[in-house]
């Protein structure tokens, strides 16, 4: 049981570390289209718009990451114990 439990940790700190990438790259990227597209906007009332919109939808994935990194805390050890044990069977029948 206890290499199952440091295979099911494994599994969940590669998952947190892409998530957390992910989260990180979207506001890298978020960030850099902001300032590269800052002089084509018109007015500064569409500068503020563009703002309000890149803040909205870095709020709502970050939110969702974590809330998605939430729930496979939760239910750590059911999903990727599902996970072990289909890549276990797989790898069996492949020889």
């Given at each position: 049981m206890s290499q199952?439990?440091?295979?099911?940790?494994?599994m969940h700190r590669r998952d947190v570390r892409v998530a957390w990438a992910f989260v990180i790259g979207l506001w890298f990227a978020i960030i850099f289209v902001?300032?590269?597209?800052?002089n084509l906007?018109?007015?500064?009332?569409?500068?503020?718009i563009?703002?309000?919109g890149g803040a909205i939808v870095l709020l709502f994935n970050t939110g969702a990451i974590l809330?998605?990194?939430?729930h496979y805390r939760e239910d750590r050890d059911f999903m990727y114990g599902l996970d072990i044990k289909?890549?276990?069977e797989a790898r069996k029948a492949r020889g």
């Open positions: 199952l439990n440091e295979r099911i940790q494994s902001a300032l590269a597209t800052w906007a018109p007015t500064g009332a569409a500068r503020t563009l703002l309000i809330a998605m990194l939430r289909f890549l276990d």
